[in-house]
């Protein structure tokens, strides 16, 4: 098993850059594919990029392609969620998750251990 903890939410104003993380337990972490997924109030979450085993392969919604950069550093047990020119509609809970699978997935049933998730908010 896995424990994530996502980190790194805040208020930003549109345009600006926040940089989440998520930290896993355990000497296995890097043996987990891991998918950053957002809820907005009133919306279903929906993914946002995935991350294979070992720094690759990664996966994009096409919504924050081009903007968001995800990453990892098995070392550090922590994958990370570059975010840059952030949009108001980027507000939402941003939740972490890890699965044993193969490649990252694209939807939430695509992986079986999740964190608590991080609120970020974009502001005008």
């Known amino acids: 098993q896995v424990q994530l903890v996502e980190s790194g939410g805040g208020l930003v104003q549109a345009g600006g850059s926040l940089r989440l993380s998520c930290a896993g337990s355990g000497r296995t972490f890097r043996s987990y594919v891991i998918g950053w997924f957002r809820q907005a109030p009133g919306k279903e979450r929906e993914f946002v990029a995935g991350?294979?085993?070992?720094?690759?392969?990664?996966l994009y919604a096409d919504s924050v392609k081009g903007r968001f950069t995800i990453s990892r550093d098995n070392a550090k047990n922590t994958v990370y969620l570059q975010m840059i020119s952030l949009k108001l509609e980027d507000t939402a809970v941003y939740f972490c998750?890890?699965?044993?699978?193969?490649?990252?997935?694209?939807?939430?049933?695509?992986?079986?251990?999740w964190g608590q998730g991080t609120q970020v908010t974009v502001s005008s």
């Open positions: 998750a890890a699965d044993l699978r193969l490649v990252p997935g694209r939807s939430p049933t695509d992986y079986g251990y």
């Open positions: 991350i294979g085993r070992n720094d690759g392969p990664t």
